[in-house]
């Protein structure tokens, strides 16, 4: 007796998991998702960017600067952003070669 309440409870718990999807008319709406989603690819060109690479990261960081460098930065794409911030980290001697996992 004491299991089947036990079972009862971790069903009910399970549901209750479960109740923040959506329910239209007792349907799920977005289980099949996956299925009508295009591909990563299309669904970035028509953001008009371009995915990660392996390895890349996108974070937000707050920096400090004259006016006019903030003017540049909007200017140029992220990657080439990224690969500003790397050629004067190097420069600086800041840039270090991240260790193999």
Same mark, same amino acid.
């Given at each position: 007796?004491?299991?089947?309440? !036990?079972? $009862?409870?971790? $069903?009910?718990? =399970?549901? &209750?998991? &479960? ?17 009508? &989603?295009?591909?990563?690819?299309? &669904? !970035? ?22 006016? @006019? ?9 992220? =990657? ?9 980290? =190097?420069?600086? @001697? ?8």
């Amino acid at each position: 007796m004491r299991l089947a309440a !036990t079972a $009862q409870g971790y $069903q009910s718990a =399970k549901g &209750r998991a &479960r109740s923040n999807v959506k329910r239209d008319n007792g349907v799920m709406r977005g289980r099949r998702l996956w299925e009508v &989603r295009p591909p990563l690819k299309v &669904r !970035t060109s028509i953001l008009g960017v371009e995915p990660l690479a392996r390895g890349e990261e996108s974070r937000m960081v707050r920096l400090r600067g004259p006016e @006019h460098l903030f003017r540049v930065l909007e200017g140029l794409s992220p =990657k080439e952003r990224g690969e500003a911030l790397v050629a004067g980290l =190097k420069r600086l @001697h800041y840039w270090w070669e991240p260790e193999e996992e």
